[in-house]
């Protein structure tokens, strides 16, 4: 596997400014702890209240989607795509979540596999326990 490189950026609002890359052998758990130094200072900050999502990206919007409506089951692009329109009441085509399911499944938020000509995807059990939302000004891409 190449070496991956993952740049996490965020503001804590009160004018601090924080960037933070990992480079080489980045696994989901090192990724994991950053998002938990996070937390930590939002909380002591005394900043309790829930993050919010940025929901300006699709990147975002169908993260959230997946991980509020389809926790516990197993999913399609076309499940996707269907909750999509009802949750925006906007069209989006079916090629554009194909490839953000597929962004997904790279970055450890999904697990796919074929059924078929079908993929079916899942949240892992790790993800599925984490009611965790990227915070707003985070460079998830």
Known sequence: MPPTKVK??????QGGHYSIVLGGNVTK??????MDIYNLLETSEGNTEKLIPDLDTLY????NLIKSQFKDKQFT????QEAYEDEYNE????????TYLA???AHGHVNRHKEGRLWIYAIPPLEQNSNKIL???????
């Open 60 to 63: 975002n919007r169908i993260l």
């Open 135 to 141: 915070p707003k000004n985070i460079n998830n891409h």
């Open 8 to 13: 996490i950026q965020f503001d804590d609002g």
């Open 77 to 80: 692009s076309y499940d996707i």
């Open 91 to 98: 069209p989006i085509k079916l090629a554009a979540i194909s």
């Open 29 to 34: 758990d090192k990724v994991t702890k950053i």
């Open 103 to 105: 962004r997904f499944s």
